[in-house]
């Protein structure tokens, strides 16, 4: 009994998501987990069929995923980011893309055994990433900035570059083919590709003045966003073939480039959009493929193929286009390796070849499996390797996950001290100077700006910090921190101290909590109680758990004043003790609290502020 379509779709998102699930838990490439997970369901046991099942509806349904997800991707893009690296994108995006094509039709040819036709069709479809199979792969690998936005860039601009070129690849042919050659079409590629970038950008525009003017309401602006994308790729997409990708990519660059701050609040739920898509898509495509084309990618032609474009022709396009810029032979190395393809190139090559067939070029029967060997060869390769070469080439962002404190005072100072002393990489962020001045004394790393302001966004990297505590003197900016930075870290990474005064804690209680970052330690103690339990002497104490003192021991023996900070397992991860959520500590774990002083140390304290007082006085 064939499952309903109503099953399927929903067959399709739990893998797709419970993928990326396993991904995220065992830390492994999700593209990897997700192509697997399709071809299990596919081909190999033969559950589904998208492409049978969806009917008419499976390629348009790809197309619309795909555009929604380029666009999202080319709102990341802001030409701020360019500052030191604009020269090597701009070369990667023209000069290597032409390179790459060239040496990628000649490989077709020679080696796979393409005609000269379809081998340049194809080279220039091959230049394609996207930011389908690059996202995942920089958000599981940490990559330091530079060699992370190349990639990026790369993957977004040059997604519609190679769709174009395979359409213009095949004007070509059919210019220099037809019996009486006319340059009418091709001049029609070009008017419409002039058209899809102005278009876009028109799109860009219009709802960007849209918002600003208010034009469209609050809850509108998600689905108005969404519907444009749609009708910015499809009207150029009509006209000519694959146009509508520039089309939506210029729309994307066009929005993240005027500063609209509506759009900005809306860029998370669209990533979210974006990866369900991507996962859906995913499991489609590959759960869509014949167990013929499975084995026939195991042909020596198409591994040879495969092999040479992995191993040469990008490593090549990249060395060679890059010569006199400022990037490293290590960046040059990573972003040499780095070229996994994805959905762009498996949609866009089913429908060439379907063209081509057409048009009587019967090699192109090989285009499905020779596509799917290179998207899978190079998503296993690159997915698996890409972690283990940036640490090699030492472009990835090392050591435990670091913690990022917003607020400078005394308690801060203090405990970034102590996360200092177990090599956890902490950095303090103030707008105030004069308050970094405990922090530039202690030698405590820190950022002098407002963490809220879009300069601070452009010039302070947060990419070495997995936590961020709000720390600050104000309960009420320290809330909008977190509200404002959960998305990005993730809610159970976001956490600020009490905001709750003894005066009004019932007031509050119901108010606080729904607003993001959890409360740490304890919800009695506030920012300014901290900060005078260190003036009154109390110190920051490491306590091992061991077999022979335990937990419980140490449970009988605190003082009841005693405040747990944080937990240091032995793997050197960090677990914050929260109001909500309280880790158990095991042997080998390190208990960082705030204990009262001994006598001695009452003593050692009472004289320092003996002292201090009477240096003031003098």
Known sequence: MNPSLLFEIMLIGLLGIGSQWIAWRFRMPAIVIMSITGLLIGPIFGWINPQEDFGSLYNPFISVAVAIILFEGSLNLRFKELTGIGRPIFRIATVGAFIAWILGSLTAHYIAGLSWAVAFVIGGLFIVTGPTVIMPLLRQSKLKPRPAKILKWEGIIVDPIGALLAVFAFEIILYFTAEDPSGTRLLLFFAASVFAALFGWACGRGIGWMFERGYIPEFLKSPTVFIVVILCFTIPDEIVHSTGLLSVTAMGLTLANIGVSSVTEMRHFKENMSILLISAIFIMLTASLQLETLLQIFQPNIIGYVLLMMFAVRPLSIFLSTIGTSLTLNEKMLVGWIAPRGIVALTVSSYFAGILLEAGFKDATILTTLTFGLVFFTVLAHGFSIGPLAKKLNLSMEGHPGTLIVGCNRFTVELAKTLQKVDIPVIIVDSSWRKLRRAREAGIPFYHGEMLSEQTEYHFDTMPYEYLIAASDDPFYNSLICTTFMPEYGRTNVFKVSPYDQMNINTTREIVPKV???????????????????????????????????????????????????????????????????????????????????????????????????????
Do not use: C, W
């Open 516 to 618: 993001a970052g959890r409360v740490l330690f304890k919800e009695e103690v506030t920012m300014t109680e901290l900060n005078q339990m260190l003036e009154s002497g109390f110190v920051f104490r490491h306590t091992t758990i061991t077999n022979q003192f335990t937990f419980k021991h140490y449970m009988d023996e605190k003082d009841n004043n005693t405040i747990y900070l944080y937990l240091i397992k032995p793997s050197g991860a960090v677990k914050f003790f929260t109001e909500d959520m309280k880790p158990v500590p095991e042997v080998g774990d390190v208990i960082v609290s705030i204990t009262p002083p001994t006598k001695e140390q009452a003593k050692i304290q009472a004289k320092i502020e003996k002292k201090r007082n009477n240096d003031s006085e003098e």
